[in-house]
C-alpha cells in the first residue's frame, strides 16, 4: 500500500492499541468476530445441493485427472483435488512460460519456483470444461 495513502485506510473493526499502531498492525486484529460466515452456512449447503455439487466435485477431480495424464506432469504432492500442482522442467523459465501461455493462448495459470522446484499450479471449477483441459495441455505442449 501506498505510505502517502495509509493514513486514509482504516480498518471496518477496529481493536485495543488501534490509535499507536503502525498501518499493518491496524489491520491485524479483529476487535469483534462477524458471524456472517457461519450464518450463511446452511445457504451454502443448500446451494451446494441445489447445483448438484457432488457431481460438479466428481468431473472437476476427472478434468484434474485428465490434465495431469495428457500433460506427462508429475504431481507436487500425493493425492490432489479441484487445485493441484505439477512440476515442471527444471530449466524451465517459469515467469517466462506464465507469460506466453497468456499472451499466445489467453491461459492464465500461476508458474512460480518454491523450495527450489518450478511449478505450475490448475485450479478446475465448476465452469471448467475438457476443452479447457486440452487448450492447457497442448499449449504447454508447444512452450515447453
Do not use: K
Not at 25 to 46: C, K, N, S, V, Y
Not at 50 to 65: K, Q
Amino acid at each position: 500500500m501506498r505510505p502517502e495513502l495509509q493514513e486514509r485506510i482504516n480498518p471496518l473493526v477496529v481493536s485495543w492499541g488501534w490509535g499507536e499502531a503502525e498501518f499493518p498492525e491496524r489491520h491485524d486484529w479483529q476487535g469483534t468476530r462477524d458471524p456472517a460466515a457461519w450464518l450463511a452456512i446452511p445457504a451454502a449447503i443448500e446451494f451446494q445441493r441445489e447445483w448438484g455439487w457432488d457431481e460438479v466435485r466428481t468431473r472437476s477431480h476427472a478434468l484434474v485427472e485428465r490434465f495431469v495424464a495428457g500433460s506427462g506432469l508429475a504431481p507436487a504432492a500425493d493425492g490432489f483435488g479441484q487445485m493441484l500442482a505439477v512440476e515442471l522442467p527444471p530449466d524451465t523459465q517459469v515467469e517466462e512460460l506464465q507469460r506466453r501461455l497468456f499472451d499466445e493462448h489467453r491461459i492464465e495459470v500461476p508458474c512460480f519456483e518454491h523450495g527450489g522446484r518450478r511449478l505450475l499450479r490448475i485450479s478446475v471449477q465448476g465452469y471448467n470444461e475438457e476443452a479447457d483441459m486440452e487448450a492447457l495441455i497442448g499449449a504447454l505442449a508447444a512452450a515447453l
